[in-house]
């Protein structure tokens, strides 16, 4: 495979992102539901109207994973929202009925069935051999998958034992599954070589309880100890692993270990593996040149995929470095991120072919624009792959599908308990007024939205 090499025209440049990602709003299904729509517009509005119920829903997914039961969860949510100083009518309800065992069990049991009604968008199945069917069906329609095994919090060796084990069942039982299914060209190779059908996330801080900022090393040996099996399990198997980034004070210890890890010996020629960028992060350009650095000198195969994405953890990293007096790691100017987002997608389309490249968004523009870079550089299209999430990204998914985009859904799998830390988060993200999702939603003309940021 070539290098792309010739950086486009701006002109031309913006022309073509804004034919692509016109092209692509008239693919969106026409009947379908709008993604926001999907979450309960009674929790939309609550959320999006109220800066205090915002952060005592933060702080409340915190803990949700670690709940027991109903009757737990139900005590949890009336601690956090005695917080909030003139709590809408329904919440005072709400808190009414905690006071008594019995209300909070009917109080968790509503929660839990309105989680349930809203998680079977977002979620695929309570187990992977529960999803098996849907990620079928999505594979038959042209869209790819990864598997992300939500998670009780890790707090003990114990469960990080539990949930290692879990991710080696579901590669075992995805990648048996997966070779039953249909050939599709698009899903399975790239200039590269083959691309794996089975392919699964896994986050770190379910994989050891020991990762803590002011001891990285700790957390990463023991990581390693619970990778390493999963890492040989999926090249056994022919399955990729993607390592999942999560919040700044892991990241030094997540990159180390997954670079580390793989410059192994015995993890030279695989398994297909890959790593996420943020690019939120004001140093995120340095981040992208240490790992095309590794790549490049590492003669590792197959390349490692660098999934770009924006971040997911916006609002914990601003609060965090305001509360010390820090200055945010974070760009606080959307757009600052957006046009950074943006000028990494050509870093990495320029970097082929030492890494694979993964855009992850719903953003139309962001996706346009990369389909577009890689194009006027002379780029093929399934040399770039189009990611999104489960119930986010549904209509996007469809389209890209349908114009013959190598597309790739994110695919959470848990119980409910676990499901709902999980939904409130995406709630919380998409009722940003910086979301595009929200914009669109908003009913924000087309050019707008195509806009350079
Ligand atoms: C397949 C897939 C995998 C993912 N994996 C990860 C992962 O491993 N780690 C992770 O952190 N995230 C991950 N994400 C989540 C991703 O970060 C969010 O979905 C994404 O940030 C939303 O961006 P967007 O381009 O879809 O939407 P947009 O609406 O264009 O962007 C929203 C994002 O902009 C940023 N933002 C919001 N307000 C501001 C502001 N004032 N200033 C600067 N920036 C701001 C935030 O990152 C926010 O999430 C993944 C997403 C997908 C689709």
Redesign the pocket.
């Known amino acids: 495979m070539e290098t792309t090499t010739a950086a486009p025209q701006r002109d031309a440049l913006e022309s073509e992102i804004r034919r692509i990602g016109a092209e692509l709003a008239d693919a969106f299904p026409s009947n379908a539901r709008h993604p926001l729509r999907a979450l309960d517009t009674r929790a939309m509005e609550l959320a999006s109207g109220d800066q205090e119920l915002k952060a005592a829903l933060f702080r409340f997914v915190d803990v949700v994973p670690a709940c027991r039961s109903l009757d737990d969860l139900a005590r949890h949510l009336k601690g956090f929202l005695e917080e909030v100083p003139d709590a809408p009518p329904s919440i005072a309800v709400a808190m009414r009925m905690s006071n008594t065992r019995a209300g909070r069990a009917a109080l968790g049991a509503a929660a839990a069935s309105g989680v349930k009604h809203m998680a079977h968008r977002f979620i695929v199945g309570e187990t992977p051999s529960a999803a098996l069917g849907v990620l079928r069906q999505l594979w038959e329609r042209g869209v790819a998958s990864?598997v992300d095994l939500l998670g009780e919090a890790t707090v003990t060796q114990a469960e990080a034992d539990h949930y290692a084990a879990r991710c080696n069942a579901a590669l075992e039982e995805l990648a048996h599954a997966s070779r039953e299914w249909p050939g599709r060209e698009m899903l399975e190779r790239d200039s590269s070589g083959p691309l794996p059908r089975a392919n699964v996330?896994v986050?770190v801080s379910a994989l050891t309880p020991l990762l803590r900022p002011d001891a990285p090393e700790r957390g990463r040996l023991d990581a390693a100890e619970r990778l390493r099996p999963l890492l040989r399990n999926a090249h056994a198997l022919g399955a990729h692993i993607?390592?999942?980034?999560?919040?700044l004070d892991s990241r030094e210890a997540v990159l180390e270990l997954v670079l580390d890890v793989l410059s192994e010996e015995e993890f030279r020629d695989g398994p297909s593996a890959g790593v996420?960028l943020?690019?939120?992060l004001r140093d995120s350009p340095e981040q992208l040149t240490r790992i095309l650095e590794w790549a490049r000198t590492g003669g590792r195969t197959p390349p490692l995929q660098v999934?770009l994405?924006?971040?997911?953890?916006?609002d914990h990293e601003?609060v965090q470095a305001r509360q010390h007096g820090w200055p945010a790691p974070?760009?606080?100017?959307?757009?600052?991120?957006?046009r950074n987002?943006e000028a990494l997608t050509a870093s990495l389309l320029e970097a082929r072919p030492a890494v694979r490249v993964?855009v992850?968004?719903?953003?139309l523009?962001?996706?346009a624009n990369a389909i577009a870079f890689n194009r006027l550089s002379g780029g093929e299209d399934r040399d770039l792959e189009l990611?999104?999430?489960r119930g986010?990204?549904d209509e996007l998914q469809d389209a890209l599908a349908s114009r013959r985009f190598r597309v790739?859904?994110?695919c959470p799998v848990g119980d409910l308990i676990a499901g709902m830390a999980y939904l409130v988060r995406?709630l919380l993200?998409?009722t940003?007024n910086?979301?595009?999702?929200?914009?669109q939603a908003r009913g924000t003309p087309l050019d707008v939205l195509l806009a350079p940021p």
């Not at 993607?242 to 919040?247: A, G, K, P, Q």
């Not at 974070?330 to 957006?338: G, L, N, P, R, S």
């Not at 992850?360 to 953003?363: K, M, P, V």
Request: charge should be negative; hydrophobic fraction near 35%; include cysteine.
């Open positions: 990864s996330s986050k993607h390592i999942d980034m999560e919040s996420v943020q690019a939120y999934r994405v924006k971040g997911a953890y916006w601003f974070v760009f606080e100017v959307k757009a600052d991120c957006d987002f993964a992850a968004s719903h953003n523009r962001s996706v990611q999104v999430l986010l990204g790739r859904t994110y995406r993200e998409n940003s910086e979301s595009f999702l929200h914009e």
